[in-house]
């Protein structure tokens, strides 16, 4: 159930990461670099995520690991918020290009103090994630999970080349395509495919 919950979270967390990697308010701040990083481990973690849902985990320390997960994913949700909102305060101040000359260097949101403390964030938020990712391997080695019975269907090849072609109950339609295919004439010919035609 926790891993469903936090799935979503960390999916959503993608998407958020990459699109603000590809704003160009990322460039700007000079932290692209470390949201980059950032996407890579909640990359990661998902598939993480997605391991552990297919397999039924046995150890409590898994479901500690999935706690601290949580948290920071909550913990990057926050700081990509305040990201967005920086995105879009700086969108409003190129608008205003006369406050902005006034204020750059006196208001009290310096983008130079900003990129500072948002990198500072960013590098710790990926250190945590770091460990949360090399304790996953831990967790979800294959010894210390127990496989559920799952059903792998048997694969089946499928080509153009028949040896022995089979076709039941459509003869008539067979040869009226064969027919019409050999006709000696210059009209456009629609290649029409019959379902249900398989090996």
């Not at 902005?100 to 009290?108: E, T």
Request: aromatic share 8%; net charge negative; hydrophobic share 45%.
């Amino acid at each position: 159930m926790a891993e469903i919950v936090i799935d979503s979270a960390v999916q959503v967390l993608v998407e958020k990461l990459i699109a603000i990697a590809s704003e160009e308010i990322g460039l700007i701040l000079g932290v692209k670099k470390e949201l980059a990083s950032l996407k890579d481990s909640f990359t990661k973690i998902r598939a993480f995520l997605n391991d552990a849902s297919k397999r039924q985990v046995e150890e409590e320390a898994a479901k500690l690991w999935l706690k601290d997960l949580e948290n920071i994913a909550y913990e990057a949700d926050n700081l990509l918020d305040e990201f967005n909102y920086e995105i879009v305060r700086r969108k409003v101040q190129i608008k205003n290009q006369m406050k902005r000359k006034v204020c750059f260097f006196f208001c009290f949101s310096n983008p130079v103090l900003f990129r500072s403390k948002l990198a500072h964030k960013i590098k710790n938020l990926n250190i945590k994630l770091k460990t949360v990712n090399d304790t996953a391997f831990g967790y979800l080695m294959p010894s210390r999970v127990v496989n559920s019975a799952t059903f792998v269907p048997p694969v089946t090849e499928t080509d153009s080349v028949t040896v022995h072609p089979i076709v039941i109950g459509r003869e008539k339609d067979v040869s009226m395509i064969v027919d019409m295919l050999l006709s000696p004439n210059d009209e456009v010919v629609s290649v029409v495919p019959i379902p249900g035609m398989e090996d």
